[in-house]
């Protein structure tokens, strides 16, 4: 902080200005912190954006052991069905 003096005349007059200088730390704190919380911000959607590629894939996954199951049940329905009816495909 830098203070200047001035003193004139007789009766003695005296002038003290005080002039701030932290602002310009004070402006580069804020600035820090915001990049800080930009960068944050980013790895937290970067993060989403993988989780959700990740429960993409796990119902995608699923989906097909699901599909797999229920091509099973069909063919043993259908050589049930065969065999009552006596149409085997042998």
Do not use: C, W
């Not at 970067?46 to 996954?61: F, P, V, Y």
């Not at 989906?63 to 199951?69: D, M």
């Amino acid at each position: 902080m830098a203070d200047e003096v001035v003193t004139s005349g007789e009766p003695h007059t005296t002038v003290i200005e005080r002039r701030g200088g932290g602002g310009g730390i004070g402006m580069l704190f804020i600035g820090l912190i915001l990049l800080a919380a930009l960068v944050l911000g980013g790895v937290y959607l970067l993060n989403q954006n993988r989780n959700e590629a990740i429960k993409t894939d796990a119902i995608s996954s699923a989906a097909k052991s699901v599909e797999k199951g229920a091509d099973k049940v069909g063919r043993a329905a259908e050589k049930a069905g065969d065999a009552v009816t006596g149409d085997d495909k042998k």
